[in-house]
């Protein structure tokens, strides 16, 4: 059993930076991949991007690349998701996620956080 609990969301002008924080507790933090999902209202869930066990791998979906950087910190059962130059399309509840690993998170996934909302005025 693992529980996620994120934090960090609120309300951002575009062009601007936003950090969220996913934490975990429960089983061991390290043995999952973890991922960061996104869904606007009216729109399905999407994936935003993927962390490996150690933090030495990363996924972005390609509407996010070269702006968003997902983290780990182990030590504190962690998982960040740094958000620059928004735009008001990034605007939707952003939810953690755990999986077997990375690849494996990104189409399936074990648990999920509440979410936490983001928005970005233009």
């Known amino acids: 059993q693992v529980q996620l609990v994120e934090s960090g969301g609120g309300l951002v002008q575009a062009g601007g930076s936003l950090r969220l924080s996913c934490a975990s507790s429960?089983?061991?933090?390290?043995?999952?991949?973890m991922g960061w999902f996104r869904q606007a209202a009216g729109k399905e869930r999407e994936f935003v991007a993927a962390i490996s066990r150690s933090g030495s791998g990363t996924y972005y979906a390609d509407s996010v690349k070269g702006r968003f950087t997902i983290s780990r910190d182990n030590a504190k059962n962690t998982v960040y998701l740094q958000m620059n130059s928004l735009s008001p399309e990034d605007t939707a509840v952003y939810y953690c996620?755990?999986?077997?690993?990375?690849?494996?998170?990104?189409?399936?996934?074990?648990?999920w956080g509440k979410g936490t909302l983001v928005t970005v005025s233009p």
């Open positions: 429960g089983r061991t933090f390290s043995n999952y991949g």
């Open positions: 996620a755990a999986g077997a690993s990375a690849a494996v998170v990104q189409t399936r996934v074990d648990y």
